[in-house]
T-cell receptor
Framework: GNSVTQMEGPVTLSEEAFLTINCTYTATGYPSLFWYVQYPGEGLQLLLKATKADDKGSNKGFEATYRKETTSFHLEKGSVQVSDSAVYFCALRANQAGTALIFGKGTTLSVSS | KAGVTQTPRYLIKTRGQQVTLSCSPISGHRSVSWYQQTPGQGLQFLFEYFSETQRNKGNFPGRFSGRQFSNSRSEMNVSTLELGDSALYLC??????????????FGQGTRLTVV
């Protein structure tokens, strides 16, 4: 079945450091891929998405590229801020009506000043 | 435009009781999905409703049920509560063309604690 694998956390960085959170997936066909972020005590917010191979999603300085050949969708940011501290979830949705989002386990990012 | 509203935000229940959680989707959204979030299992899909019909269901026991009303508001019910049902329950709404790229917008969740 379809699945998402994220790197284990927590990830601890200093402000202005470069961030990479790895995400790989298993799915048939061409799913859509998403990154969601969850701040403490909150629900999930969509950070970015990509819907086909080689698409790059970007938002708030975060980027991720849909790599079909490596089945990956790694999240990157060139310079993190303390306010980026949160839990990040990689997710996919198969290309079929009514299918659910399938999430990775989440990666906790902690940024210190 | 108001976001997804979940009520209540927090609940404490006793084992064996039942509970009902409510979700009001974004205006115009016809699809509502429910997810359970726990530290051990992460985010797990419960079910999805579209136009008052359950369109998809996850791998949860029959104690977990839901419904959707004509105004797209949704409720989920858990009967005979167990300690393991303690979790954050998240509701997500979407326009639901059924396409894979449809964005899901999440509420803040209901934190259920079973004692």
């Amino acid at each position: 079945g379809n699945s998402v694998t994220q790197m284990e956390g927590p990830v601890t960085l200093s402000e202005e450091a470069f961030l990479t959170i790895n995400c790989t997936y298993t799915a048939t066909g061409y799913p859509s891929l998403f990154w969601y972020v969850q701040y403490p005590g909150e629900g999930l917010q969509l950070l970015l998405k990509a819907t086909k191979a080689d698409d790059k999603g970007s938002n708030k300085g975060f980027e991720a590229t849909y790599r079909k050949e490596t089945t990956s969708f790694h999240l990157e940011k060139g310079s993190v801020q303390v306010s980026d501290s949160a839990v990040y979830f990689c997710a996919l949705r198969a290309n079929q009506a009514g299918t659910a989002l399938i999430f990775g386990k989440g990666t906790t990012l902690s940024v210190s000043s | 435009k108001a976001g997804v509203t979940q009520t209540p935000r927090y609940l404490i229940k006793t084992r064996g009781q039942q509970v009902t959680l409510s979700c009001s989707p974004i205006s115009g959204h016809r699809s509502v999905s429910w997810y359970q979030q726990t530290p051990g299992q992460g985010l797990q899909f419960l079910f999805e409703y579209f136009s008052e019909t359950q369109r998809n269901k996850g791998n949860f026991p029959g104690r977990f049920s839901g419904r959707q009303f004509s105004n797209s508001r949704s409720e989920m019910n858990v009967s005979t509560l167990e300690l393991g049902d303690s979790a954050l329950y998240l509701c997500a709404s979407s326009l639901s063309t059924g396409a894979a790229n449809t964005e899901a917008f999440f509420g803040q969740g209901t934190r259920l604690t079973v004692v």
